[in-house]
């Protein structure tokens, strides 16, 4: 059973300071897309299993972008796998231990559980993507350096004629 609902959790966290994580994906679920609710909300809390009723959504306008679970327990899960299929929206895990369910065909969805916050993954990344330039950078002074040389042996076999 993986249980997220936390009292202690977010009752000390201000609504902004939570808005504040999981818009760094730090916290929470994402909806992908995101959409427009056509229902009432606890319609949509239900649809994500029986116990998320006390699921906080965080919305764009009318658009719903994601969402805190309080459970993805193998009830919720069963849940929100339907929710996946029948409405054709991801639900991408943000913070570190939660479930990422993800449409691939009609009848199938695949499960991942997260192991850093997608924040520390972004962040790693650039971390990765830096190394990598800085790399390149290295071999491209290496190779000029080793153009100058050749050049300079070139000229000084070769001495310009006067
Ligand atoms: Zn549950």
Not at 29 to 52: I, M, T, V
């Amino acid at each position: 059973m993986i249980e997220f609902d936390d009292p202690g959790n977010f009752s000390n966290l201000k609504e902004a300071q939570i808005r504040s994580l999981w818009d760094r994906g730090v916290k929470g679920w994402r909806f992908d897309p995101p959409f427009k609710l056509a229902g009432h909300e606890n319609q949509l809390k239900a649809a994500l299993g029986g116990h998320n009723a006390r699921a906080s959504f965080f919305r764009k306008g009318q658009v719903y972008a994601g969402v805190v679970l309080n459970c993805q327990c193998k009830t919720c899960l069963g849940t929100q796998v339907n929710f996946v299929l029948d409405k054709k929206i991801n639900i991408i895990a943000q913070q570190v231990g939660g479930l990422s369910l993800t449409r691939l065909t009609e009848n199938k969805v695949t499960l991942e559980r997260r192991n850093e916050s997608a924040f520390e993954e972004h962040v790693l990344q650039e971390k990765a993507d830096k190394e990598q330039r800085q790399r390149r950078q290295t071999r491209m002074r290496e190779l000029i350096k080793m153009s100058e040389e050749q050049q300079a042996r070139l000229m000084n076999g070769q001495p310009i004629a006067d």
